[in-house]
């Protein structure tokens, strides 16, 4: 008898460690601990660098963030056409390279406290054998225009192939789905403060 609870429990913490080991990533993120967050009620979502082979990935993904920021409730969302406008007139012509002299007179032509940059790094599906799910990877950045700082930023995947498609070959969500959730989450976490 006691040899079979000795079974039943090794049997137990493996398959404890296969589901905990197989949970998805956690998001890497900062936030400031000396910003009140409650004093920027007026962003602006600049375009994201789409570091993908998918040509629309940078515009659904900003699209979401903008939908997420709104259903905050938080927070109020410059509208993207002003935002472009800007971007133009001070002719600023890389966004992945803002520096704080840049984002400052964003902010200004604007009228936001905080602008949101970042990219898409990973929009599409990946392979394991004849296997392939959606996986989606951002890194999102807010920076105060006052000072020019990164006050958050966070870099979130999600989907892949988890633990159940992988071993039983079940069906995983769509890339609708995964998009939606991981901008969601990433956006959870500027306002959990």
Known sequence: MKLYK???????????GMLSGCGGNSPIYHISP???????????VLPLDNLTNDKAAGEIVK???????????LV????????????????IQNISSLNKSQIK??????????????????????KLGNLSAPEVTITLMMAD????????SITLTRGGLDFMARH?????????EIVQGVV??????????
């Not at 039943?8 to 398959?15: G, K």
């Not at 699209?63 to 409730?73: F, K, M, P, R, Y």
């Not at 109020?76 to 002719?91: A, F, H, R, T, W």
């Not at 039983?168 to 609708?176: K, L, Y």
């Open 105 to 126: 007179a964003l902010g200004n032509a604007l009228n936001v406290e905080a602008v949101i940059i970042g990219s898409v790094d990973q929009y599409g599906d990946v």
């Open 6 to 16: 000795k079974y039943i429990l090794t049997f137990m913490i493996l398959v404890t």
């Open 168 to 176: 039983f070959g079940a069906s995983s969500e769509t890339m609708s």
């Open 76 to 91: 109020d969302v410059v509208i993207p056409g002003e935002v472009m406008s800007s971007i133009s007139e001070l002719g």
């Open 145 to 152: 225009v006052e000072s020019g700082n990164i006050i958050w």
């Open 184 to 193: 969601r989450e990433a956006i959870q976490t500027l306002f959990e403060y």
């Open 34 to 44: 000396d910003v009140d967050f409650s004093f920027f009620k007026n962003v602006a």
């Open 63 to 73: 699209q979401l963030v903008i939908s997420e920021l709104l259903a905050s409730g």
